[in-house]
């Protein structure tokens, strides 16, 4: 699979930590202790979820 880009919002959390969603996949939320964590969780799960797409496809 290639690699594009997407768009994140990542905003720091009242109690700690950073959360990183994005309008262009549905469904992609990550939680991490610092935004580089949040971002390599965020790569992560935007990679788990477009493949899981392919499969449906």
Do not use: F, K, N, W
């Not at 939680?31 to 992560?44: C, F, K, M, N, P």
Request: aromatic share 2%; proline share 2%; charged share 25%.
């Amino acid at each position: 699979m290639a690699e594009s880009c997407v768009t994140l919002h990542v905003q720091r959390l009242p109690e700690g930590g950073y959360l990183a969603t994005s309008e262009a996949i549905q469904g992609l939320v990550a939680q991490g202790r610092t935004v580089s964590e949040t971002l390599e969780i965020a790569r992560d799960v935007a990679r788990r979820l477009l493949e899981g797409q392919q499969e449906r496809s």
